[in-house]
């Protein structure tokens, strides 16, 4: 079961805010923090990457995740597992965005610099 620790499900959240904003302004310094060295990231592609590639990806694509209302955050001692419904917005060379609806789940543990997201996977969800 779930602990109750409202402290580390807000934490958890600003983490996931501050990646979220990361990605989306092209910060590296902040995702190098945010990223756990043993990284597992997956796409809704099926595309598997560790840390540095998709430190790549992320720099290069610029993508806004817009989280949707209702996510959740359970904690698990010093683990907590994020999930939520969000819309990538992905911005191509000639200005347009393609919005791809996704559900996410990321989990993230607490160590010595505080919240590092370890693993993350998506699943593609069908256009509404």
Not at 48 to 70: S, T, W, Y
């Amino acid at each position: 079961m779930a602990d109750h620790n409202p402290t580390a499900e807000q934490e958890v959240r600003a983490a996931v805010a501050a990646f979220n904003q990361a990605a989306r302004s092209g910060d590296g310094a902040t995702l190098d923090r945010l990223l756990s060295e043993d990284l597992f990231y997956g796409h809704s592609n099926a595309l598997m990457e560790n840390k540095a590639v998709c430190i790549e990806h992320l720099l290069r694509g610029r993508i806004d995740f817009q989280d949707e209302p209702g996510s959740t955050v359970q904690i698990y001692g010093g683990t907590g597992i994020f999930h939520t419904k969000a819309k990538a917005h992905n911005p191509k060379p000639d200005g347009s965005v393609v919005i791809v609806p996704l559900d996410i789940v990321q989990i993230w543990v607490k160590g010595a610099t505080g919240w590092q997201m370890v693993a993350r996977h998506t699943t593609r969800l069908p256009e509404a």
